[in-house]
């Protein structure tokens, strides 16, 4: 099992810049994709981001690329979702998730993940 708890969400007006860490204990956090997804009211979920065990691949969705970077510190067993010039179209609740090393470029983004946070609230204010 990997428990997996997300912080850094809050209300920042359009323009500004947040960054949200996942915090990961259980199972070797080295050995797991890492993805960032979000869902906003009345709206299904959505890929953000995901990165390979060694960060050496990253994979933005063309909403947030140039925007978002997405980055991991295995020492520390975290995620984190630098988010800069924010939108209010980015608002949502953000997920990160854990998932096989061997995750196919579909499934990462179509969300096959094992492990799922419980969400952190991201608010941005035109």
């Known amino acids: 099992q990997v428990q997996l708890v997300e912080s850094g969400g809050g209300l920042v007006q359009a323009g500004g810049s947040l960054r949200l860490s996942c915090a990961a204990s259980g199972r070797t956090f080295t050995n797991y994709a890492m993805g960032w997804f979000r869902q906003a009211p009345g709206k299904e979920r959505e890929f953000v981001a995901a990165i390979r065990w060694s960060g050496a691949n990253t994979y933005y969705a063309n909403s947030v690329k140039g925007r978002f970077t997405i980055s991991r510190d295995n020492a520390k067993n975290t995620l984190y979702l630098q988010m800069n010039s924010l939108k209010p179209e980015d608002t949502a609740v953000y997920f990160c998730?854990?998932?096989?090393?061997?995750?196919?470029?579909?499934?990462?983004?179509?969300?096959?993940?094992?492990?799922w946070g419980q969400g952190t609230q991201v608010t941005v204010s035109s």
């Open positions: 998730a854990a998932g096989r090393p061997d995750l196919s470029f579909v499934q990462i983004v179509s969300g096959t993940y094992d492990y």
